[in-house]
Antibody, heavy 120, light 112 residues
Protein backbone atom coordinates (compact mmCIF):
# COMPACT_ATOMS: atom_id res chain seq x y z
CA UNK A 1 0.00 0.00 0.00
CA UNK A 2 1.31 3.40 -0.94
CA UNK A 3 1.79 5.71 2.01
CA UNK A 4 3.06 9.23 2.59
CA UNK A 5 3.68 10.61 6.08
CA UNK A 6 4.54 14.26 6.61
CA UNK A 7 6.36 15.67 9.63
CA UNK A 8 8.18 18.79 10.71
CA UNK A 9 5.32 21.23 11.09
CA UNK A 10 4.98 23.50 14.07
CA UNK A 11 4.99 27.07 15.31
CA UNK A 12 7.61 29.44 13.91
CA UNK A 13 8.05 33.20 14.07
CA UNK A 14 7.80 35.40 11.00
CA UNK A 15 11.12 35.44 9.20
CA UNK A 16 12.01 32.03 10.56
CA UNK A 17 12.71 28.73 8.85
CA UNK A 18 11.28 25.24 8.96
CA UNK A 19 11.96 22.01 7.09
CA UNK A 20 9.12 19.66 6.31
CA UNK A 21 9.71 15.98 5.62
CA UNK A 22 7.62 13.38 3.86
CA UNK A 23 8.38 9.68 4.26
CA UNK A 24 7.25 7.55 1.32
CA UNK A 25 6.62 3.81 1.21
CA UNK A 26 4.87 1.21 -0.92
CA UNK A 27 6.14 2.37 -4.32
CA UNK A 28 9.38 2.93 -6.23
CA UNK A 29 9.99 6.46 -4.97
CA UNK A 30 12.51 7.61 -7.56
CA UNK A 31 10.15 6.81 -10.43
CA UNK A 32 7.70 9.57 -9.55
CA UNK A 33 7.36 13.31 -9.48
CA UNK A 34 6.42 14.50 -6.00
CA UNK A 35 4.54 17.65 -5.00
CA UNK A 36 3.80 19.84 -2.01
CA UNK A 37 0.32 21.35 -1.73
CA UNK A 38 -0.92 23.58 1.08
CA UNK A 39 -4.26 24.61 2.53
CA UNK A 40 -4.85 27.63 4.71
CA UNK A 41 -7.39 26.55 7.35
CA UNK A 42 -10.87 27.08 5.94
CA UNK A 43 -9.57 27.87 2.47
CA UNK A 44 -8.79 25.92 -0.68
CA UNK A 45 -5.88 23.79 -1.87
CA UNK A 46 -2.93 25.65 -3.33
CA UNK A 47 -0.07 24.04 -5.23
CA UNK A 48 3.38 24.86 -3.86
CA UNK A 49 6.10 22.92 -5.63
CA UNK A 50 7.05 19.76 -7.53
CA UNK A 51 10.26 17.79 -8.10
CA UNK A 52 11.15 15.19 -10.68
CA UNK A 53 11.98 11.63 -9.72
CA UNK A 54 15.72 12.06 -10.17
CA UNK A 55 15.67 15.36 -8.29
CA UNK A 56 17.12 17.33 -11.19
CA UNK A 57 14.10 19.44 -12.07
CA UNK A 58 11.82 21.40 -9.76
CA UNK A 59 9.20 24.13 -10.04
CA UNK A 60 7.58 26.53 -7.59
CA UNK A 61 4.52 28.68 -7.19
CA UNK A 62 5.30 32.38 -7.52
CA UNK A 63 4.29 32.96 -3.90
CA UNK A 64 7.13 30.78 -2.57
CA UNK A 65 9.79 31.14 -5.26
CA UNK A 66 13.11 32.16 -3.76
CA UNK A 67 11.98 31.28 -0.21
CA UNK A 68 11.13 27.57 -0.40
CA UNK A 69 13.31 24.73 -1.73
CA UNK A 70 12.04 21.27 -2.56
CA UNK A 71 14.43 18.33 -2.47
CA UNK A 72 14.45 14.57 -2.17
CA UNK A 73 16.62 11.73 -0.88
CA UNK A 74 15.86 8.77 -3.11
CA UNK A 75 18.10 6.44 -1.13
CA UNK A 76 15.85 6.89 1.89
CA UNK A 77 12.51 7.57 0.15
CA UNK A 78 12.23 11.06 1.63
CA UNK A 79 10.83 14.31 0.26
CA UNK A 80 11.63 17.66 1.83
CA UNK A 81 10.48 21.26 1.76
CA UNK A 82 12.88 23.82 3.20
CA UNK A 83 10.95 26.96 4.03
CA UNK A 84 12.82 30.19 4.74
CA UNK A 85 11.72 33.78 5.35
CA UNK A 86 8.36 32.52 6.52
CA UNK A 87 5.41 34.91 6.55
CA UNK A 88 2.15 34.81 8.47
CA UNK A 89 0.36 34.04 5.21
CA UNK A 90 2.35 30.80 4.94
CA UNK A 91 0.31 29.38 7.83
CA UNK A 92 -1.31 26.27 6.39
CA UNK A 93 -1.55 22.51 6.41
CA UNK A 94 1.11 21.21 4.05
CA UNK A 95 0.48 17.97 2.15
CA UNK A 96 2.95 15.94 0.15
CA UNK A 97 1.54 14.05 -2.81
CA UNK A 98 2.69 11.56 -5.44
CA UNK A 99 2.01 12.22 -9.10
CA UNK A 100 0.60 9.49 -11.32
CA UNK A 101 1.82 10.97 -14.57
CA UNK A 102 5.00 12.91 -15.31
CA UNK A 103 4.45 15.82 -12.95
CA UNK A 104 1.12 16.77 -14.49
CA UNK A 105 -0.66 17.22 -11.18
CA UNK A 106 -2.54 13.92 -11.23
CA UNK A 107 -1.93 13.50 -7.52
CA UNK A 108 -2.92 9.94 -6.77
CA UNK A 109 -1.55 9.54 -3.25
CA UNK A 110 -1.60 12.13 -0.47
CA UNK A 111 -0.33 12.30 3.07
CA UNK A 112 -2.43 13.44 6.01
CA UNK A 113 -0.69 16.80 6.17
CA UNK A 114 1.38 18.72 8.70
CA UNK A 115 0.36 22.09 10.14
CA UNK A 116 2.71 25.05 9.89
CA UNK A 117 1.81 28.08 11.97
CA UNK A 118 3.73 31.31 11.41
CA UNK A 119 3.04 33.71 14.23
CA UNK A 120 4.84 35.93 16.72
CA UNK B 1 -0.63 31.73 -11.25
CA UNK B 2 -4.39 32.44 -11.18
CA UNK B 3 -6.69 29.87 -9.65
CA UNK B 4 -9.22 28.06 -11.76
CA UNK B 5 -12.83 29.21 -11.24
CA UNK B 6 -15.31 26.90 -9.55
CA UNK B 7 -18.75 27.67 -8.10
CA UNK B 8 -18.50 27.85 -4.31
CA UNK B 9 -21.36 25.44 -3.78
CA UNK B 10 -23.54 22.84 -5.45
CA UNK B 11 -26.28 20.58 -4.18
CA UNK B 12 -28.56 17.71 -5.11
CA UNK B 13 -30.84 15.14 -3.57
CA UNK B 14 -29.88 11.50 -3.16
CA UNK B 15 -30.08 9.71 -6.49
CA UNK B 16 -29.87 12.90 -8.52
CA UNK B 17 -26.97 14.08 -10.67
CA UNK B 18 -24.95 17.22 -10.16
CA UNK B 19 -22.28 18.84 -12.35
CA UNK B 20 -19.49 21.07 -11.08
CA UNK B 21 -17.68 23.35 -13.50
CA UNK B 22 -14.05 24.44 -13.56
CA UNK B 23 -13.21 27.40 -15.77
CA UNK B 24 -9.68 28.12 -16.87
CA UNK B 25 -7.86 29.49 -19.88
CA UNK B 26 -6.11 28.23 -22.97
CA UNK B 27 -2.92 28.14 -20.89
CA UNK B 28 -4.23 25.53 -18.52
CA UNK B 29 -7.56 23.67 -18.84
CA UNK B 30 -7.97 24.43 -22.53
CA UNK B 31 -4.39 23.75 -23.49
CA UNK B 32 -3.73 20.40 -21.87
CA UNK B 33 -5.58 17.19 -21.06
CA UNK B 34 -4.18 17.16 -17.53
CA UNK B 35 -7.27 18.14 -15.59
CA UNK B 36 -7.81 16.35 -12.27
CA UNK B 37 -10.63 16.35 -9.73
CA UNK B 38 -10.18 15.74 -6.00
CA UNK B 39 -12.65 14.96 -3.25
CA UNK B 40 -11.79 16.39 0.14
CA UNK B 41 -13.56 15.56 3.35
CA UNK B 42 -12.43 18.04 6.04
CA UNK B 43 -9.69 16.63 8.23
CA UNK B 44 -8.80 13.89 5.77
CA UNK B 45 -6.36 13.62 2.90
CA UNK B 46 -7.69 14.72 -0.50
CA UNK B 47 -8.61 11.86 -2.85
CA UNK B 48 -8.07 11.77 -6.60
CA UNK B 49 -11.37 11.10 -8.34
CA UNK B 50 -10.61 11.94 -11.99
CA UNK B 51 -7.35 12.50 -13.87
CA UNK B 52 -6.49 13.33 -17.48
CA UNK B 53 -9.95 14.89 -17.82
CA UNK B 54 -11.92 11.64 -17.98
CA UNK B 55 -9.99 8.78 -16.33
CA UNK B 56 -10.99 7.23 -13.02
CA UNK B 57 -8.38 5.72 -10.67
CA UNK B 58 -9.00 2.19 -9.51
CA UNK B 59 -11.67 2.08 -6.80
CA UNK B 60 -13.48 5.29 -7.77
CA UNK B 61 -17.15 4.55 -8.56
CA UNK B 62 -18.27 5.06 -12.14
CA UNK B 63 -20.86 7.49 -10.77
CA UNK B 64 -18.05 10.04 -11.07
CA UNK B 65 -17.22 11.25 -14.56
CA UNK B 66 -15.21 14.08 -16.08
CA UNK B 67 -15.35 16.03 -19.30
CA UNK B 68 -13.96 19.15 -20.94
CA UNK B 69 -15.14 21.65 -23.50
CA UNK B 70 -12.81 24.44 -24.51
CA UNK B 71 -11.42 26.12 -21.41
CA UNK B 72 -13.96 24.59 -19.02
CA UNK B 73 -13.82 21.18 -17.39
CA UNK B 74 -16.69 19.51 -15.56
CA UNK B 75 -17.18 16.84 -12.94
CA UNK B 76 -20.51 15.01 -12.89
CA UNK B 77 -21.62 12.96 -9.93
CA UNK B 78 -24.55 10.69 -10.77
CA UNK B 79 -26.75 8.82 -8.33
CA UNK B 80 -25.77 11.11 -5.46
CA UNK B 81 -25.10 9.44 -2.14
CA UNK B 82 -24.72 10.94 1.31
CA UNK B 83 -21.01 10.11 1.40
CA UNK B 84 -20.44 12.24 -1.71
CA UNK B 85 -20.90 15.34 0.42
CA UNK B 86 -17.46 16.97 0.43
CA UNK B 87 -15.42 19.75 -1.14
CA UNK B 88 -14.37 19.07 -4.73
CA UNK B 89 -11.33 20.71 -6.30
CA UNK B 90 -10.24 20.75 -9.89
CA UNK B 91 -6.64 21.20 -10.96
CA UNK B 92 -4.76 21.58 -14.20
CA UNK B 93 -1.23 21.51 -15.46
CA UNK B 94 -0.22 24.92 -16.77
CA UNK B 95 2.78 26.30 -18.57
CA UNK B 96 2.12 30.04 -18.52
CA UNK B 97 5.70 30.93 -17.58
CA UNK B 98 7.01 27.69 -16.20
CA UNK B 99 5.67 24.21 -15.57
CA UNK B 100 3.27 24.37 -12.63
CA UNK B 101 -0.07 23.13 -11.39
CA UNK B 102 -3.07 25.31 -10.55
CA UNK B 103 -6.11 24.44 -8.41
CA UNK B 104 -9.63 25.73 -8.43
CA UNK B 105 -11.08 27.38 -5.36
CA UNK B 106 -13.19 24.37 -4.45
CA UNK B 107 -16.91 23.56 -4.55
CA UNK B 108 -18.77 22.39 -1.47
CA UNK B 109 -21.20 19.69 -2.58
CA UNK B 110 -24.21 19.25 -0.32
CA UNK B 111 -26.40 16.18 -0.54
CA UNK B 112 -29.83 17.39 0.55
Amino acid sequence: EEQLVESGGGLVQPGGSLRLSCAASGFTFNDYWMHWVRQVPGKGLVWVSRIRGDGNDANYADSVKGRFTISRDNANNMLYLQMNSLRTEDTAVFYCAKDLILGSGSLGTWGQGTLVTVSS
Amino acid sequence: QSALTQPPSASGSPGQSVTISCAGTSSDVGGYNFVSWFQHHPGKAPKLMIYEVTKRPSGVPDRFSGSKSGNTASLTVSGLQAEDEAVYYCSSYTNTYTDTVVFGGGTWLTVL
